[in-house]
């Protein structure tokens, strides 16, 4: 029986009761795809799906890492990254700290992807990484730098196309400089100099509270606020407003835009975001 908006609304308040997950402000098909997975793959209606996590705490926590979405991949997206490039070597090179948070990290491929580039330019021992994300399995992935083999056909494509048109000066690393490869294990794992820089922390976005007592040079938070309404959308770039210096930019999707009075506040260059009132651009 299809999912209706009935059930997913008495999912919600049943969770908002239970819990401090509030996803009223998802977007409706997305989120009333997920709950319909759910109740087929357990053979339950919405009734007995919340009398399930009424009744067992940590059946919840389940249930929110199903519906929340972890799909990444090391540079995704290259031109993005070639972009960034750019941004990072124009404006952000001379600060004697570059503080970043990287929101809805997932597995944590983003953010080493993040850091090999700071280590292709020679920042890297400027940089203060955060990378947060609501599902703690994920940020356990993240801090061990371990991920299949299988990928890794993609993984060095994305790597050679982002990083081919760095400034002649820097030095050309190889893929092996930054991740073992165990064909044999069906594995590959990042370099430990790599998995020690970033803090990963649990921190919900809809309810944005500050887990950071710093402002940021650059927020990145990609292809997550496309899975949120608009209105929910604008309260959290209102949020990354609020927590990014002067100067500062916002990265998200190639899919993901914002629009409304916030936009005024940022000025765009491709999916790149910098707050307004600033010397860039």
């Avoid at 083999?149 to 092996?176: C, G, H, Q, V």
Wanted: aromatic content about 12%; proline content about 1%; some cysteine.
């Amino acid at each position: 029986m299809a999912v209706t908006q009935k059930d997913v609304d008495l999912f919600i308040d049943a969770v908002k009761q239970k819990s401090t997950y509030d996803f009223s402000n998802y977007s409706v098909k997305s989120f009333t795809r997920r709950i319909d997975k759910i109740l087929t793959d357990n053979n339950f209606d919405v009734f007995a799906l919340i009398k399930k996590i009424n009744k067992n705490d940590k059946y919840l926590e389940e249930i929110v890492k199903e519906i929340t979405v972890n799909t990444t991949e090391l540079f995704r997206d290259p031109q993005m990254w070639q972009v960034f490039t750019t941004i990072i070597e124009n404006y952000y090179k001379s600060n004697k700290k570059i503080k970043i948070w990287h929101a809805g990290c997932s597995t944590g491929q983003e953010v080493y992807s993040l850091l090999i580039l700071m280590h292709h330019l020679n920042l890297f021992d400027k940089v203060e990484v955060y990378a947060s994300d609501i599902n703690e399995d994920v940020l356990n992935v993240a801090r061990s730098g371990k991920y299949k083999y299988r990928d890794i056909s993609e993984y060095i494509e994305n790597y050679n196309t982002a990083l081919k048109d760095l400034p002649a000066k820097m030095k050309k690393l190889e893929f092996s400089d930054y991740i073992d490869v165990n064909k044999r294990r069906d594995s590959i794992k990042i370099k430990s100099f790599l998995t020690e820089k970033p803090t990963f922390l649990k921190h919900d976005l809809v309810n944005h509270k500050d887990l950071f007592e710093t402002d940021f040079d650059i927020i990145m938070c990609r292809n997550v606020l496309i899975y949120f309404n608009h209105d929910l959308q604008n309260k959290i770039f209102e949020f990354f407003h609020d927590n990014l210096k002067t100067d500062g930019s916002l990265v998200i999707g190639r899919h993901e835009g914002i629009l409304g009075a916030i936009a005024n506040k940022f000025k765009k260059k491709d999916t790149i975001y910098v707050k307004k009132q600033s010397g860039l651009y």
